[in-house]
């Protein structure tokens, strides 16, 4: 995982539709279609009890179906408190839009991912949330200092396997346990974090206005010849003559969520992979993404690179970092990016400044300023960039 790596990561952007970016070596050209229509259905599906979503203060028991497809009971209902491992404190912020519930999350997290954001700034009591949930080693769960703060229910990571997981059921504690890995993992994931908390109505409102970015990115991207669609690569981390760049399947990547938007070059349908820069010179994509947490990597790096800047998308300066709004929550802010990028002519008049405005309103409850907005769309790095003086002021 690479939000911060694991945890859900950027994504990995480039709206690239039928071939996204996420992992490793062969590209699922159709995922994406199949993907794209589903964000209800997907949700909707995933929900696995009828218990009544609305019914915060219930007090009966509640069973909720979680990543491993084991049965949880939450026999005081629905739950008022978590602690969260997945490195994902803002998107479960978009479902509760306060930090009461939160009782634990990793350091990490906060220092990496919140610090300096814009829900940091409106919120700052969520950087003080207890962040002691891990062995001092970073081996474990504390299982003792996770006791102490006594949550409702922990959300845990099914990738880190049963020591992450079974030391704390042994002690008595909820644990939902959720995946990482595709988009439809993505899709079960922010539902269950809604679900355990009752709050299947708010995931809903949020799947609802997903749905529609995507609907308003397709009436375009649907619509584009074979000769009119661009492809990208997405970079997640340089070392030296390393390069990791991110495939079909991960579910950060928007491309294989909205069909058309620029496909991924490479045969990577894994999580990620390791390439040379011989590999990239071969590729020449038409466009090259950096993730947002790459604080190294920026578009500039590649226009002075002494040989990435024989690159067609160095040379035609298409190289951006993406922005760092989150793909589980909101997706739709880095689908208009990338498309708006890759078909600025066919995306006139569209408002970029106001649709993350609009976004971060209704998702997180924050009055963005413009020095907001453009932290979010990463303007300093970005400015000099072909056509993204369009997302500027």
């Known amino acids: 995982m690479k939000k911060l790596v694991w945890t859900g990561c950027i994504g990995i952007g480039a709206l690239i539709i039928a071939g ?62 978590f602690v969260l491992f997945p490195n994902e404190g803002t998107e479960i912020f978009s479902i509760t839009q306060s930090v009461e519930p939160f009782l634990g999350m990793r350091k990490g997290d906060q220092e990496s991912n919140i610090a300096g954001g814009a829900v940091a700034k409106q919120y700052p009591e969520i950087l003080k949330v207890n962040n002691n949930i891990m062995q001092a080693d970073g081996s474990a769960p504390n ?9 409702d229910v922990v959300y845990q990571w099914t990738t880190h396997g049963d020591g992450a997981i079974k030391p704390l059921e042994d002690a008595g504690v909820n644990v939902v346990a959720v995946n990482w890995g595709t ?37 375009v991207t649907q619509n584009l010849t074979e000769d009119e669609r661009q492809d990208h690569v997405f970079v997640s981390a340089i070392n030296d003559n390393q390069i990791n760049v991110w495939g079909t399947e991960l579910p950060h990547t928007p491309v294989h969520k909205v069909e058309n938007a620029a496909f991924t070059k490479g045969k990577i349908s894994d999580i990620d992979a390791d390439i040379n820069v011989e590999t990239l010179l071969k590729w020449d994509p038409d466009m090259i993404v950096i993730g947002e947490w790459a604080k190294d990597i920026t578009p500039d790096y590649f226009f002075k690179h002494p040989v990435l800047k024989n690159l067609r998308a160095v040379k035609e300066k298409r190289v951006y970092k993406s922005p760092t709004a989150s793909l589980l929550d909101n997706p ?62």
């Open 332 to 393: 739709g802010i880095n689908w208009y990016f990338y498309s708006v990028l890759a078909y600025p002519d066919k995306f006139k008049g569209f408002d970029m400044r106001k649709q993350v405005r609009e976004d971060y309103k209704l998702l997180y409850n924050i009055d963005l300023t413009e020095e907001d907005i453009d932290s979010v769309l990463n303007v300093a790095e970005n400015k000099t960039s072909k056509n993204f003086d369009l997302f500027m002021q």
């Open 20 to 81: 996204c970016s996420s992992t490793d070596n062969g590209q699922k050209d159709n995922a994406s279609a199949s993907a794209s229509t589903n964000v209800s259905a997907n949700a909707n599906a995933n929900t696995s009890t009828n218990a009544n979503t609305s019914a915060n203060a219930a007090t009966e028991a509640v069973s909720i179906v979680d990543g491993r497809g084991k049965e949880v009971v939450l026999k005081n209902g629905y739950a008022k408190n």
């Open 183 to 219: 988009y439809e993992d993505d899709i079960e994931r922010y539902t269950l974090y809604g679900k355990a908390l009752g709050k299947q109505d708010r995931v809903d409102e949020v799947f609802a206005h997903q749905a529609k970015a995507k609907e308003d990115v397709l009436k």
């Open 143 to 151: 299982v003792e200092g996770i006791l102490k703060l006594a949550p």
